[in-house]
């Protein structure tokens, strides 16, 4: 029942990189994605962090006809996918019950803003408006694969792929797979930049996280996947581990639909959850990518939430997004391969644009990328509208 | 999954039938439209009139079958809540839509998007109670309920959770149905829904909508309607064939000739219906039983399945109209519920009295 939960493979497409490696480049080097959008068509000039690929491009990459009826959203997590798949050795007709759990929220909205009026008045577009819900854009990823015999969609916003991967591990552990590829996608919509941008919460400028004058977030978008097994199908299987999955947390923070608690409660019970599931203390956290959007109140109250759980002394922290830009449904997966890269190749990646401390925490994010860097277990934070908080923690399989 | 001890403590729900007690599932409405939207209660008895203005009608439905569902299973607060919706709030993320299309993407107000998300249900409901426990949100088409219930029954086996409060919540608005009907899922014509499914006449059924909330707990108490025995969730395992379910039935040491009820999602829409009936044969006509054509199709009916088997097993009978011989079942110890969607997602949910 609680066998360890190993990380045989993943998979990522943001806008830093196409794949782990040119991920991993940019991490090191600290090149960030945030720029002018190019693919999607809206009157807004804020700044965004688009995958580079067209779907053209990612059709043409994945043998994909041009006219075949796949959303952006689909497409992302199918490059995504095929890359852990391969790191992890599935392919197609492996005697293993494999899942596929994919978080995401926008689903087909990409297409139906496109089509809507056409959804309501004619035939026109009606493939779309079945690819429109966000389960028919699980099976359509979970098809292109034919090796899944379970699918599922779990949507709690901008923690969807953390929950995807919580709850990977936990139908493992109850014997119900033996294999979860579980993760999120999401593509930049006219109809979530419009949301957030009704609610003022992006910045005009390439975001701040945790620094003083932050004034929003970037949206960025992306898919990852891990691949989730026992100990016991790894082994069998021959397949070595990236590392483990060693805890997981998940509280709400029951406070407001858009809005954390100050204090951040729904975050330090998600982080101090994931803690004990891992049997560990929080002084061997060696690092900690934070959900860190560069709202003026997520960095406030995820800051607090770090102090209560940590101390005023916490591990590194640094958030990500403004590199890949705020991958939403997506960015617990993002977040899951940043963080397994920074403890596989040791480094702490920077929080890149960070000027000026914020005078209400004693802690302040890692400037500058630290190299080398010893982590032996990291903790990634997913926070979603509705308080849906969710943190993982990885950790070296050599412990 | 099998399960070790959890009952289904507590039930609520808001329907397109006004009545859902077994008095009111032996003498349900029958409907003459495509169309049927829910028998709403007076949404100001229970929110004052600012809230009720607020809040979207999905929400509205959620928190009172939730505050229902606790109250009937006399649990303050629940250990966790989660949700499975099929498109989650449909009307307010039609209401953003529209306004971005029609200005432009200029002068949009934040309320329809804050409240477009699918995980407002469950976060609503969180906030209501002060619930800050496991909280989720499954969107997985026609079977959005079951993945909800799968994880809360994870959390439960795992001994994190000891209760945990599971909704399945669906709303119809005319645009959705103008588009599902475009994709074939209604009749044109219906003259009587409760005679949907036995006077097939091709594809499609009508459309319905609901909420329904269920509080399962690990402890059995006067309440308690059912024992949930086991649960199985597949994904295109090219119909779900008859020793497959036999297998499922041994795993919890019983055959199908133990199951007294085999309770499915026919609906009226002959593709939807073949599937099931091919276990006409196995268990016997006078097994067969259904609750489409009393509430609907929508992404999470198959909640007032396990809502009605509930209801019935409690009461030791089901109601004639819910069964397909027309005669009602007086004797039910075991009811197994077989739910899919498409014929690509299957659901099993194996029921016994407590």
Not at chain 1, 291 to 299: E, K, L
Request: aromatic share 8%.
């Amino acid at each position: 029942m609680n066998c360890r939960i190993l990380v045989s493979g993943m998979g990522i497409v943001s806008g830093i990189g196409n794949n782990t490696d040119e991920t991993l480049a940019s991490l090191l080097e600290t090149r960030t994605a945030i720029g002018e959008l190019r693919h999607l068509n809206t009157i807004h000039r804020l700044p965004c962090a688009e995958v580079r690929l067209s779907d053209s491009e990612m059709k043409a990459m994945l043998g994909i006809p041009e006219n075949a009826v796949y959303t952006r959203t689909a497409l992302l997590a199918i490059v995504a996918t095929r890359e852990a798949l391969k790191m992890s050795c599935i392919e197609k007709g492996i005697p293993k019950r494999i899942a596929f759990i994919n978080g995401t929220t926008v689903g087909g909205m990409e297409k139906s803003e496109l089509y809507y009026t056409d959804f309501l008045t004619n035939d026109n577009f009606n493939e779309y408006i079945a690819a429109h819900d966000c389960g028919a854009c699980t099976e359509i990823i979970a098809d292109y694969f034919e090796c899944f015999s379970y699918v599922s969609t779990p949507s709690t916003a901008c923690s969807s792929a953390a929950n995807a991967i919580m709850l990977g591990a936990d139908l493992i552990r109850a014997g119900i797979v033996d294999i979860a590829v579980a993760g999120g996608t999401e593509c930049i919509t006219r109809f979530h930049l419009n949301g957030f941008n009704s609610l003022m919460i992006l910045d005009k400028q390439v975001c701040r996280p945790f620094d003083e004058t932050r004034a929003g977030l970037n949206l960025g978008e992306g898919a990852a996947y891990l691949v989730l097994e026992s100990e016991e199908t790894a082994r069998l299987r021959g397949i070595s581990a990236i590392c483990e999955l060693s805890g997981y947390g998940n509280a709400c923070d029951a406070y407001h639909q858009t809005a954390s608690s100050p204090e951040g409660i729904g975050a330090s019970l998600a982080m101090k959850k994931a803690l004990a599931s891992a049997h560990l203390q929080p002084a061997e956290i060696g690092y900690i990518n934070a959900h860190g959007t560069g709202t003026p109140n997520n960095d406030e109250s995820e800051g607090n939430a770090i102090v209560h759980v940590f101390g005023e002394k916490p591990p590194f922290v640094s958030s990500t997004k403004s590199l890949t830009g705020h991958t939403t449904s997506a960015a617990g997966g993002v977040e899951a391969v940043i963080s397994i890269l920074a403890m596989k190749h040791g480094f702490i990646p920077a929080n890149y644009n960070f000027g000026e401390p914020m005078k209400s925490l004693p802690f302040e994010p890692v400037k500058a990328k630290i190299e080398p860097a010893e982590i032996n277990h990291v903790l990634s934070n997913s926070f979603g509208f509705g308080g849906n908080n969710s943190s993982l923690i990885f950790s070296k399989t050599d412990n | 999954m099998k399960l070790n001890q959890v009952y289904i403590n507590g039930i609520g729900a808001i329907s397109v039938q006004p009545d859902l007690s077994i008095n009111g599932l032996a003498n349900p409405l029958s409907f003459r439209q495509n169309y049927v939207r829910c028998a709403d209660p007076n949404f100001r008895d229970y929110f004052d009139p600012m809230a009720a203005r607020r809040m979207s009608k999905i929400i509205k439905r959620a928190i009172i079958t939730a505050d229902i569902a606790l109250k009937d299973a006399q649990v303050e607060l629940p250990d966790a809540v989660i949700s499975g919706t099929g498109l989650g709030c449909v009307e307010e993320t039609e209401k953003f839509l529209d306004a971005m299309i029609q200005n432009e993407e200029k002068f949009l107000q934040p309320t329809y998007f804050i409240q477009s998300t699918h995980n407002t249900i469950s976060s609503q409901i969180a906030i209501k109670l002060g619930c800050r426990g496991y909280n989720n949100t499954y969107i997985h088409r026609g079977v959005s309920f079951e993945n909800g219930l799968i994880d809360a029954l994870l959390q439960m086996n795992k001994k994190d959770i000891q209760t945990a409060l599971v909704t399945g919540n669906d709303e119809m608005t005319p645009n959705y149905h103008i588009l599902l009907g475009r994709l074939g899922y209604w009749k044109t014509e219906i003259e009587d829904s409760l005679g949907i499914i036995k006077s097939p006449n091709g594809p499609g059924s009508f459309a319905g909508e609901g909420s329904v909330s269920i509080v399962l707990g690990s402890v059995r108490n006067q309440n308690s309607y059912t024992k949930l025995q086991a649960i199985d969730l597949s994904y295109k395992p090219g119909g779900l064939s008859v020793e497959y379910i036999r297998e499922f039935l041994r795993g919890n040491n019983l055959t199908t000739d133990d199951i007294d009820v085999f309770l499915t999602g026919m609906n009226g829409d002959a593709p939807n219906d073949e599937v099931y009936k091919a276990f006409e044969t196995v268990f016997g006509e006078n097994k067969m039983a259904c609750y489409r054509h009393l509430t609907g199709t929508y992404h999470t009916s198959s909640a007032f399945g396990l809502l009605i088997a509930a209801t019935c097993i409690k009461h030791k009978m089901v109601p004639a109209p819910l069964m397909l011989s027309g005669n009602s079942c007086n004797k039910v110890k075991y009811i197994l519920l077989y739910n899919h969607f498409l014929n690509n997602d299957h659901s099993l949910i194996l029921l016994s009295a407590c």
